[in-house]
């Protein structure tokens, strides 16, 4: 786990994500906003924001795509906190719910105290990618189950069965047998 300091010696950038845009807003060492704005969710487009800039504290909160821009201002230089996004009641319960006003307050959260935030790590790119697949895999596995019992209760409900409903059997070639002569359509 890594461990952040207190003030950070120089700019503090709070960025809101979202799945177009990324709102951020930048306080100097002061405290004082110097820069605000957003940044359309491309690597390119975040690059070219904060790839020259001189090296800053940004923070952003835990969400879906923060493990990829993470990793991309990692490697642009700067020092990245990852907010646990269920621990910042602050935000989450703010009434005046608005993308600026969210990274005003990572910024200036970010800029005084990170223990604050209850940082987390996100996991590597390639462990992020196995897990991606994993979970597309039992996605599909589930899918297949489901439109296995659809067509065996469709096929009931017609007076009909199926031999099996093992799912190398069934989709190999099912063979259906109906009662009372029935025949389908």
């Known amino acids: 786990m890594k461990e952040y300091t207190g003030k950070f010696a120089g700019m503090t950038i709070g960025l809101d994500l979202g799945d177009k845009y990324g709102q951020y807003y930048t306080l100097d060492e002061g405290g004082e906003n110097i820069d605000a704005g957003r940044v359309t969710m491309?690597?390119?487009?975040?690059?070219?924001?904060?790839?020259?800039m001189e090296r800053s504290r940004i923070v952003m909160e835990s969400g879906t795509h923060s493990g990829w821009v993470s990793r991309l201002l990692e490697s642009l230089g700067h020092e990245v906190i990852v907010a646990n996004a269920r621990k910042l009641r602050l935000i989450s319960e703010n009434e005046n719910k608005d993308d600026a006003v969210d990274a005003e307050l990572l910024a200036r959260?970010?800029?005084?105290?990170?223990?604050?935030?209850?940082?987390?790590?996100?996991?590597?790119?390639?462990?992020?990618?196995?897990?991606?697949?994993?979970?597309?895999?039992?996605?599909?596995?589930?899918?297949?189950?489901?439109?296995i019992n659809h067509m065996r209760g469709a096929v009931k409900?017609?007076?009909?069965?199926?031999?099996?409903?093992?799912?190398?059997v069934f989709t190999a070639r099912p063979k259906w047998r109906f009662r009372q002569n029935w025949k389908p359509p």
């Open 42 to 52: 491309r690597v390119s487009a975040i690059e070219k924001r904060f790839g020259l």
């Open 109 to 147: 959260l970010g800029r005084v105290d990170p223990k604050l935030l209850y940082p987390i790590q996100h996991r590597g790119a390639a462990v992020q990618a196995d897990l991606a697949l994993l979970r597309a895999r039992e996605a599909l596995v589930k899918v297949r189950g489901q439109l």
């Open 157 to 168: 409900s017609l007076g009909g069965g199926c031999r099996s409903a093992r799912p190398e």
